[in-house]
């Protein structure tokens, strides 16, 4: 069991008819890097009013100094679209923290701090001079690029030296989503040059920033939904996964690891206007093509930082230097198949360890479980209601192969979370939005995952909870969750020491 963690409390959740913070594609808004923690939500300050919020940014020397806060009143954010969450990155080599914010079919916004904040945090004084003011294209890429345009779901991820952007343009059910690198810039930059970098192209001590990789994923008549996009470090290589399937070295040691990616696909319904570059009808929280059109969940992975796309089997199935990108149509790209209407939900939970890839994602209790009554050891039973759903543990092993087990029944709407230990145990992260509760179920990797157990309930928190990975990484389970206070909501984190 765990122990009781230690609360804390950020600020009042916006009272919106849309969350915007603490939402399950927010891949990392909270996140640690040398002895940091940062963490990136929405709020109102006290001359504003509740329904304009503004970018919060705050730190904490670990493990448990007090919170500092940068607020940043030149952007108010004042769209009630869940959607239009905000992102943190920090890339690992040059210490830059990155910020993308306010996205729905929306023109780039975003925003980067001069080189070494985050990789010698102890020399810089915590305030807004740090960073750039909002950027509408990423320095080293010309303004007119196209999808700058029209971005939805952005999302970071570092990976060895570098960090990775990806975001989808396109409205839901068709589009594409998009892959950018970001190198090392120089410690000479400051905000005006990466500034000018972004505008012109010609920022005076900036010799690197971001590169267009192209679009990896690509949907026909469709748009992937990703769980996330995560990185394995190197080990010595497992014949689950390798650069060739061929390859009888299967003990040599990569030379790069592994990002992976696991997705649904969200086929495409047209309707009156949907081809008019002004349409607005896709931004409704529901509409024609809706969750009911996901289908598939699919994994693709790559062992060159982003610049080929294999499937489960190991082969390449795209090479973005020849505008190649994975599709529904992909060879061996779908390792569950999963018809529309099954209460498949997008964007729910993974994580990477080593050759493990772990997924949670949800589906109806008719689609798989009718007629079968309680599956023994879960503890499920068809009578819980066909209209509810099933969160499934999906994961890829030592063995090679997918396996797939439910795990609990679904309470609720909220989207669960999963994380993975330095020992390779998991933890998954489930809301009950009726009650409200968290509960978090433990898998543990040397029963090769067989079995669940329950190893904490709080009451009283809400949200889509969020994990800090490099927390885990020190034995720490610390997660982004709202916590509800004589009936208002708040922004906090959780930490469960070990």
């Known amino acids: 069991m765990l122990p009781q963690p230690t609360v804390t409390i950020l600020a009042r959740d916006p009272p919106r008819k849309n969350p915007i913070n603490v939402v399950s ?20 300050i006290p001359s504003s009013p509740q329904s304009t919020v503004y970018i919060h940014l705050s730190r904490r020397r670990l493990p448990s100094s007090e919170w500092d806060t940068i607020i940043f009143t030149d952007y108010p954010q004042t769209t009630d679209d869940g959607h239009n969450t905000v992102q943190l990155g920090v890339c690992p080599s040059d210490g830059t923290i990155h910020l993308a914010y306010d996205h729905h079919c929306d023109p780039l916004r975003y925003r980067v701090s001069v080189p070494g904040v985050a990789t010698d945090p102890e020399k810089f004084k915590w305030d807004a001079d740090l960073f750039t003011p909002t950027l509408d294209a990423l320095p080293g890429i010309d303004r007119d690029h196209i999808p700058f345009g029209y971005i939805t779901y952005p999302r970071f991820c570092a990976a060895e030296k570098e960090l990775f952007l990806t975001f989808r343009d396109g409205k839901a059910g068709l589009g594409d989503d998009h892959l950018y690198v970001y190198s090392p810039v120089t410690t000479t930059a400051n905000t005006a040059a990466v500034a000018e970098t972004a505008k012109t192209g010609d920022g005076q ?11 990896y994923l690509h949907g026909i008549l469709s748009n992937p939904y990703i769980n996330a996009l995560s990185y394995s470090p190197p080990t010595p290589r497992s014949r689950s996964f390798t650069t060739d399937p061929k390859d009888p070295d299967g003990g040599a040691q990569e030379e790069h690891g ?23 009808k896709h931004k409704q929280q529901a509409g024609p ?19 080929t796309w294999r499937n489960t089997e190991g082969t390449i199935i795209a090479n973005l230097a020849n505008d190649e990108a994975v599709s529904c149509e992909s060879e061996g790209v779908t390792v569950f198949e999963i018809q529309k209407g099954s209460g498949l939900i997008n964007q729910e939970g993974q994580a990477a360890f080593r050759e493990d890839v772990h997924v949670l994602m949800r589906e109806r209790y008719d689609h798989h479980l009718k007629g079968l009554g309680q599956i023994e050891g879960y503890g499920i039973k068809q009578e819980d209601g066909d209209e509810g759903g099933v969160w499934w543990m999906h994961y890829h ?9 439910p795990i609990k029944k679904v309470n609720g709407n909220l989207r669960g979370e999963v994380a993975v230990g330095n020992d390779g145990d998991v933890y998954f992260l489930l809301p009950d939005s009726m009650t409200p509760t968290l509960r978090i179920v433990k898998a ?14 709080g009451e009283g928190f809400t949200g889509e909870p969020l994990v800090d990975p490099g927390r885990l990484e020190h034995g720490v389970l610390s997660l982004f969750v709202i916590v509800i206070v004589e009936g208002t909501r708040h922004i906090a984190v959780l930490d469960f020491q070990p």
């Not at 495409?268 to 570059?277: I, L, M, S």
């Not at 969750?291 to 062992?303: F, K």
């Not at 543990?444 to 309930?457: A, L």
């Open 25 to 44: 594609y927010q891949q990392h808004a909270l996140l640690t890097a040398n002895g940091y923690q940062y963490a990136v939500y929405y709020a109102a």
């Open 444 to 457: 543990r990797r040397q029963d090769e995952f067989s079995t669940c157990q329950q190893v904490w309930e």
């Open 205 to 215: 001590g900036v010799e690197k920033g971001w590169t267009y990789l192209g679009p």
């Open 397 to 405: 092993g030592q063995n090679g192969t997918w396996t797939r087990r």
């Open 289 to 307: 093509n809706s969750a009911y059109n996901n289908h598939n969940i699919c994994h693709t992975y790559s062992t060159d930082l982003g610049r």
């Open 258 to 280: 592994t990002l992976h990616v696991t997705l649904t696909w969200r086929g495409f319904v047209p309707y009156e206007g949907c081809h008019d570059p002004l349409d607005t």
